[in-house]
Every structure is written in C-alpha cells, then in structure tokens.
C-alpha cells in the first residue's frame, strides 16, 4: 500500500464440475485406431509397472494445477485413497492408453535405455481413453470434493454471473 508490502489473504473459488460435458466440436474424437497387439500391451504394462509413481504424480500435478500449495499433499493423499498406487484398473487402462499411443519399437527403446517416445498432447490423450467405462470415477471425485468442502469450505459460484 503506497509503495510499502503489506500482507494480504487472497481468496480464490476452485470448482469442481461432475456434470457430464454436453457433446462440443471441441471433444476429442472417439479412438477409432487398430487395437494393439499382445506384445504391445505387455510392453505397455511394463512401462507403467516400472514408472507408475512418476505417472500417477504427473496426473495429479495436472489435476491439482492451480491449488493453494498449502493443500496440495493434502488433496494428493486424499487422492491416493481414492485410487491407491498399484490399483490394478488403474495399470490396465494406462497401459492400454500407452501401446495405442506408442509404436512398439517406441516402447522397447524406451525400455531398454529411456528415450522417450514425443510427448502426447491432452487431446490425444483423451483420444485414446475416450472409449474408457467410468466406473465410478465421477462417484469418487464427488466424494473428494465432499471432503475438500468440509475442510475449506466451497461456494458454488452464481451461473448467472
């Protein structure tokens, strides 16, 4: 204030949407692609067995993109209770994600000395996982909010505004 630090508390509103997304031209198109072979899913699982910390790390930074650092760990752990390390669906689907995303020479290189295959975009992504059952997914995220809101407290924004 003129010049001079002074401390302040921001507030800010993190919404969480359940709500299924109505059909937009911006949705990525259903994965219409050949399935993979036998032997680029097992390498596929491989690769989620031997990273699956670091994948599961990368989606939830993602997903707890823009929380207040105080929260983070918190919101993480409650996450992980969600959806331990290991849950065997959790493999299953990413690694079917991976051998539709990756050749399997990608994936043998990648195992054998760590070259990366290019990076898929987000689109891509949900390209390839489209086709995937929900399973209760959103059932878990209600949950979850359920939780933050009790801790921190959430006001449902006007949808008028």
């Excluded at 065997?88 to 760590?114: F, P, Q, T, W």
Aim: net charge negative.
């Amino acid at each position: 204030m003129d010049g001079v630090q002074v401390p302040k508390r921001i507030a800010f509103n993190i919404l969480f949407q359940t709500e299924t997304i109505e059909e937009t031209s911006n949705l990525p198109v259903a994965y219409t692609g050949p399935p993979p072979s036998a032997a680029a899913l097992a390498l596929a699982k491989r690769i989620v067995i031997r990273d699956l910390e670091e994948i599961v790390a990368n989606e939830e930074d993602y997903l707890l993109d823009g929380l207040a650092p105080d929260r983070i760990e918190i919101v993480r752990g409650w996450m992980r209770e969600k959806r331990p390390l290991g849950d065997e669906k959790y493999v299953e689907r990413s690694a079917l994600a991976i051998a539709r995303l990756s050749s399997e020479e990608e994936m043998s290189a990648y195992l054998s000395d760590g070259t990366p295959s290019a990076t898929p975009s987000n689109d891509d992504w949900m390209r390839v996982t489209s086709d995937f059952p929900d399973e209760g997914d959103e059932a878990k995220w209600i949950s979850l909010r359920g939780r933050y809101c009790a801790r921190w407290s959430c006001e449902t924004p006007s949808r008028n505004h």
